[in-house]
């Protein structure tokens, strides 16, 4: 499949950025559940939910630094949806929370490639002019003209009226002349998700200059309440009397079309509608993120596990090898000449939260396995490796494995955290249990799957090992305190093997004897389990930097569990 179909199926299937980590996604369809009413009980229940989720809400808000909370409560509290607020207020990091705003601004951007955003620019233009026409003892953006405007902008037609003007009403509003506060009518052809020909009305009764918006036309009459004064034609007929006007159960008081009948804008409903859609988000124009969002159309999908590790390369780059591991079970083989075979094809991207493709790649996954060893197969799982270079920073990684011969999918989507290495205290990268560590050959340094430097290190991710099996580990230490004496580090690695409160296994060693004196160090450790009991573990490395005086310590559970009585031999994945 050409890289430009797995675009398009990225398209379909990817999600927004996951704000935290998760482990293998996989979606089914579901049956819509049948809407019953709550009980008295669950309705209960129901508000006492909401009402915590508006505390957490407003604590959290409460919480945030000033220029975000200032950005999610001013410059964007009338276009951000309840999605994206709900999902801003999750954010743990300022980091996070700067990453988000840029992807904001980019998916409401109509050229996302490009470093120009005149949605951005002309949203904060609308700001500075409703601070500037609309304030009113209030800030411009804070009133009901300033809000409109800055969600829709300026309207197509508008109408000022001042305050003790003439005014003839239409006569679906009863006809006759009466005298009016300051009014404004502003009129957009077009607003998507309302409709066409939007009429608002904006009415100033105090005289203080803030103009409300209103769907009850009657709003503007400064005579509606001087009696005898500024009558409709029925009433001046006598056919109707302006006390008949309070009686209205539609929420205004209009008086009845002479004629009988009234513009369908007017009808009760039409104006409830309209004063609920108005106030919503304006829609995200330039990219259909709800539809991306909710779109997890797969079937049959395979479900597998993925893992990421993060190693130091310089200052701002960082080693990020991205393994998966499917199950064999959920492959689909073919037998041909006694050989059974199943091939995946699997794509990856890289991108920024702002959906700029950082990086992509693409493999094909072959297995093959002859008759006699296929059911033992089944019970063994297939492992894929890609080592990227990114910089330090929040991105989303998106991993889309199909099966060839059933055409099966599997999808991931998740954040990529990739941590800062600084350079002035001491750093360790992330702690790697393996099933497999050793020395590749000259010529194979540094390539291939699995590949560290000089070793071939390969993540065992369910972190399952059996008594028989040695437990692998891997990690690197940066930064190490040179002695101006000894011009070595005087570092010490203290591994400790822990189950519960229990001390299991606890080894000390230092760089003289690991023979690593320089500013980096390469821990790489087989420990045997033959003396571990199964069950659930925790390893524990603390490095100390006695030149520095220092430490940091990784850490990682993982599982004991008594060898199988039929063990099959691990095999790598072939990529072609």
């Known amino acids: 499949m050409k890289k430009s179909h797995y675009l398009r199926l990225f398209i379909l299937l990817s999600t927004l950025y996951l704000l935290g980590g998760s482990s293998a996604i996989s979606a089914v369809a579901q049956d819509q559940p049948v809407t019953q009413k709550a009980s008295p009980s669950q309705q209960s229940d129901q508000k006492q939910d909401n009402n915590r989720r508006k505390a957490n809400e407003k604590q959290v808000l409460k919480e945030l630094a000033t220029p975000y909370k200032k950005w999610l409560s001013e410059d964007v509290v ?25 992807e904001f601004w980019q998916r409401r951007n109509p050229d996302p490639d490009s470093v120009d955003n005149p949605v951005k620019e002309e949203h904060y233009r609308r700001i500075a002019y409703a601070n500037e026409h609309f304030a009113s003892g209030i800030a411009g953006w804070r009133t009901d003209r300033g809000r409109i405007y800055i969600m829709y902008g300026k309207p197509d037609t508008l109408e000022s009226h001042t305050q003790g003007e003439d005014y003839e009403r239409p006569l679906d509003q009863g006809g006759g002349q009466t005298k ?3 009014f404004e009518d502003w009129t957009y052809h077009y607003i998507e998700g309302i409709g066409e020909n939007v ?4 009415v ?4 203080t200059g803030e103009f409300r918006l209103t769907t009850d036309p009657s709003e503007k009459d400064a005579l509606l309440y001087v009696p005898g004064a500024g009558l409709t034609l029925a009433e001046q007929e006598g056919m109707s009397s302006k006390a008949a006007r309070f009686t209205n159960t539609d929420g205004t008081h209009m008086a009845p079309s002479p004629y009988g009948a009234r513009s369908s804008k007017l009808d009760e409903f039409s104006r409830l509608e309209l004063e609920a859609k108005i106030w919503q988000p304006p829609p995200v124009k330039f990219k259909d993120l709800e539809e991306v969002v909710s779109s997890r159309i797969v079937r049959e999908q ?14 701002d780059t960082v080693l990020v090898p991205i393994t998966v591991q499917i199950p064999n079970n959920q ?48 019970r063994s799982a297939s492992i894929y490796q890609k080592a990227v270079p990114l910089r330090p920073g929040l991105y ?23 941590p800062p290495f600084d350079d002035d205290k001491l ?42 099996q040695p437990i692998g580990v891997y990690f690197q230490i940066y930064n190490l305190k040179i002695d101006d004496k000894t011009h070595k580090n005087s570092a010490s690695i203290e591994i400790q093997i822990r189950q519960g409160d229990q001390s299991i296994k606890h080894v000390v060693q230092s760089s003289e004897q690991l023979h690593q004196s320089g500013e980096q160090m390469t821990v790489q450790e087989s420990l045997p389990a033959q003396t571990l009991t199964p069950g659930k573990y925790r390893i524990e490395i603390k490095t100390t930097d006695a030149v520095a005086n220092q430490n940091i310590t990784r850490s990682a559970d993982f599982t004991i569990t008594s060898p199988p009585n039929e063990k099959i031999a691990a095999q790598t994945s072939s990529a072609r």
């Open 396 to 418: 989303r990684l998106d991993v889309v494995l199909k099966d060839t011969t059933s055409n099966n999918i599997g999808v991931v989507n998740t954040r990529l955290a990739v």
């Open 331 to 378: 492959l689909s083989f073919q037998s041909k000449d006694g050989v059974h075979s199943a091939t995946l094809n699997l794509f990856a991207r890289v991108s920024s939260l702002s959906g700029r493709t950082v990086q992509t790649f693409e493999d094909t996954i072959r297995r093959d396995f002859p008759d006699s060893l296929l059911q033992a197969s089944l």
């Open 180 to 182: 009016t506060y300051g």
């Open 302 to 315: 395979i479900k597998f596990e993925y893992r990421f590790d993060f190693l130091r390369v310089t200052g």
């Open 204 to 207: 100033d009764p105090t005289g």
């Open 427 to 468: 750093q360790a990268s992330t702690l790697i249990l393996a099933d497999e560590i050793s020395p590749v050959a000259a010529k194979d340094i540094g390539l291939g799957m699995f590949v560290i430097g000089s070793m071939k290190v390969r993540p065992k991710l369910d972190q399952s090992f059996t008594t028989s």
């Open 78 to 102: 009338y276009i951000i949806t309840d999605a994206e607020r709900k999902a801003f207020l999750e954010l743990q990091t300022n980091e996070e929370r700067e990453q988000f705003i840029e």
């Open 199 to 202: 009429e608002l009305e904006f």
